[in-house]
């Protein structure tokens, strides 16, 4: 029972882990986007150049392998410290962990072992490493050495000899435990890569199906508008041609707005423009005891939003609230104060009657944009009291 505590506590711990981490890395490639967004804006202050995407890995080198310099040859001190001993004791390492590092990069890691060939791997940083030990002994040993001494007696007096500490069991010892801690961080930092670009193409696909299906929402949308609106217009035709021919030259110039100012995000103005005039054209088909009230209230006109988003609420009260006995009426309110948009309702309720598996495509596409738009960030009630329909949207944008 103990046992059972401790490893549900554990996988508690991990999956919380787990999920402040994608947080985190989410709000890190958020700000990456942002930034690039920005670099982005200045394309046109600048000149164009394209640059290969080893070029960065270069100059990061370049600066790594540089800027001692300005440390080992400080003019400030004395001639004794700028010599030939210090700069390679300061290089040859660098130099030697640059080929391993890169060589297990570029090559081990993904070639030999996430293809689960362990022994080929260890056997390759083993001679990586020690050849880069022995590279670095031998390059001591130039500097070192007395003019009596020649190369042959590299191996004999120097490298071979335990006295220098160069062939101890500890120096052997210390030798397994850096190739373990090379290859350690090579995979680390491979794994590090793969995950960060397979969370990066995961956010961009699933960027892309966002827009693709808000597109495809908007082209639903807008000839969903115009079959409602030309039924409208069809049955004036009999009992008002001239009042029919009014609707069509405000339903043309309403289309026009449409089209031009809907492909993307737009205005708070401009879209409840679109909702004025649409309410202008849907009351030529009521008479003059048809309660129409429009009012809206905006803090920043200038708001970008997603284009039409209200417009199914707005045919919904005006679709259903007509009453062919009189007394209809529609009452709708929009407000924006700071981040929340506010849209309700009220309308006289007297629903159509709709055939089977026919209608609803309005409310339908209104929900799923919602979704995809505004997840966790809105709030749509509706209900119906004493005879009135009340909607009501709240949305907290961007």
């Known amino acids: 029972m103990e046992n059972n ?3 549900f506590a554990l996988k508690k711990f991990l999956f919380q882990l787990r999920e402040r981490l994608a947080v985190l890395q989410d709000a890190q490639l958020e700000r990456s986007e942002k930034e690039l967004l920005e670099v982005l804006k200045d394309k046109d202050r600048g000149i164009y150049v394209p640059i290969p995407t080893f070029a960065i890995t270069v100059l990061v080198w370049s600066f790594i392998i540089a800027f001692p310099l ?3 040859l400080d003019p400030s001190t004395t001639e004794e410290r700028a010599n030939v001993k210090d700069i390679v004791n300061y290089y040859v390492p660098l130099f030697a962990t640059m080929l391993v590092f890169f060589m297990n990069l570029r090559i081990l890691v993904p070639k030999c072992f996430f293809r689960r060939r362990y022994l080929l791997f260890a056997f390759s940083n083993i001679l990586l490493v020690s050849v880069s030990f022995f590279i670095r002994e031998q390059v001591y040993f130039l500097i070192n050495r007395s003019p009596m001494d020649s190369v042959g007696d590299f191996l004999i007096q120097y490298a071979t000899n335990g ?9 052997f010892f210390m030798l397994m435990v850096i190739v373990a801690l090379v290859s350690l961080i090579c995979i680390l930092i491979t794994v590090c890569m793969r995950q960060l670009l397979r969370a990066f193409v995961s956010r961009e696909k699933k960027r892309m199906e966002l827009e693709y299906e808000l597109n495809f929402l908007r082209k639903q949308l807008s000839p969903h508008f115009l079959f409602n609106t030309l039924n409208n217009i069809t049955s004036l035709i009999r009992i008002d041609p001239n009042l029919a021919e009014t609707s069509m030259t405000k339903l043309s110039q309403l289309i026009r707005v449409m089209l031009y100012q809907t492909s993307d995000k ?3 103005k401009d879209d409840v423009g679109i909702l004025e005039k649409y309410a202008e054209l ?5 008479d003059d005891r048809f309660d129409f009230v429009f009012e809206y209230e905006l803090e920043n006109p200038d708001f970008r939003v997603e284009p039409l988003l209200m417009m199914p609420l707005m045919e919904n009260a005006m679709k259903h609230c007509m009453n062919p006995d009189g007394n209809s009426f529609a009452h709708i309110r929009i407000v924006q104060h700071g981040n929340e948009l506010v849209f309700t309702s009220e309308n006289s309720n ?3 009657r709709q055939k089977a598996n026919v209608g609803g495509l309005g409310l339908l596409t ?6 995809l738009m505004y997840s966790g960030r809105y709030a749509y009630n509706t209900y119906i009291e004493n005879g009135v329909y009340f909607s009501e949207l709240r949305i907290q944008m961007n």
């Open 163 to 171: 006295t220098h500490g160069h062939s101890t069991l500890f120096s």
């Open 5 to 7: 505590k401790k490893s």
């Open 266 to 268: 737009i205005l708070l």
């Open 350 to 352: 007297f629903p159509r």
């Open 282 to 286: 849907e009351k030529l088909r009521h």
């Open 70 to 72: 300005l440390f080992i």
């Open 366 to 371: 209104f929900k799923k944009r919602l979704e």
